[in-house]
């Protein structure tokens, strides 16, 4: 085969990847298990060469075909790891979301102990300005924490405070209850630094006891439930 026929060609498991289908552990498993066809023909092969744009590739007798652009809001659940696959046997948001979902990837994470929105999508500029710092998109946070909150102490959150040499700070800041054993605090910050809650709050002498992000951009969770998922409307085509 000339190397213009070869350009493009990639191995099945990964077309059906980069079609938006699904990943490529997932692709390898359909694959092996018979339910995928190239050109008619049941194709049991993995690392078989095509050319996604070009092949004729079936999963459960429907076309492969690669999507716009998708973007969904998840509740996820308190408990569940943002990744694909946990070493250690840990429940991930994969477990919870359906097959037809394990092809997006998420946008940001949020730890396991955290609840709330998370978007996911098949599209990597989407989820690279969603999360530059340079862009400064709001994520809203609902914190209950240990003690109470002061208004001295929510002026330091806006402020700013230092913390392992980096700057922890938050957009906006309000107590929604509080009380001296504990507090309801919302939140506001841009920039999505690895824990920024958890650590701005306990800096200032509040441990997290929950923490639920409420929104991401223009985009709120509402009434969604933990473990349901809806798709966002997107502004602009892919």
């Not at 402020?159 to 309000?174: K, M, P, V, Y």
């Not at 006891?209 to 997107?234: M, T």
Request: proline share 3%; glycine share 10%; net charge positive.
């Amino acid at each position: 085969m000339s190397k213009q026929g070869q350009k493009g060609r990639v191995s099945l498991d990964r077309a059906l990847s980069k079609l938006g289908m699904s990943s490529r552990t997932e692709a390898k498993a359909l694959i092996e298990g018979g339910r995928v066809r190239v050109h008619g023909s049941i194709e049991k092969n993995p690392a078989r060469m095509v050319n996604p744009d070009t092949a004729h590739i079936e999963i459960d007798g429907k076309k492969a075909e690669k999507s716009g652009t998708r973007l969904i809001i998840f509740h996820k659940p308190k408990g569940v790891l943002t990744t694909k696959r946990d070493p250690e046997g840990r429940k991930t948001i994969y477990d919870v979301l359906p097959l037809e979902l394990h092809g997006l990837h998420p946008v940001g994470r949020l730890d396991q102990h955290t609840s709330g929105l998370l978007l996911l999508t098949n599209n990597t500029r989407l989820s690279s300005d969603l999360t530059d710092p340079k862009n400064r998109i709001l994520r809203i946070y609902l914190a209950g924490v240990q003690g109470e909150v002061t208004d001295s102490t929510l002026e330091k959150m806006i402020s700013g405070i230092r913390d392992g040499g980096e700057l922890l700070q938050a957009e906006r800041a309000q107590v929604l209850k509080r009380s001296g054993k504990e507090s309801l605090i919302e939140l506001g910050l841009t920039e999505g630094k690895y824990r920024e809650v958890r650590r701005l709050c306990m800096a200032l002498g509040h441990e997290v006891r929950s923490l639920k992000r409420i929104r991401f951009g223009e985009y709120v969770l509402g009434d969604l439930k933990p473990g349901d998922w809806v798709d966002a409307v997107l502004d602009q085509a892919d």
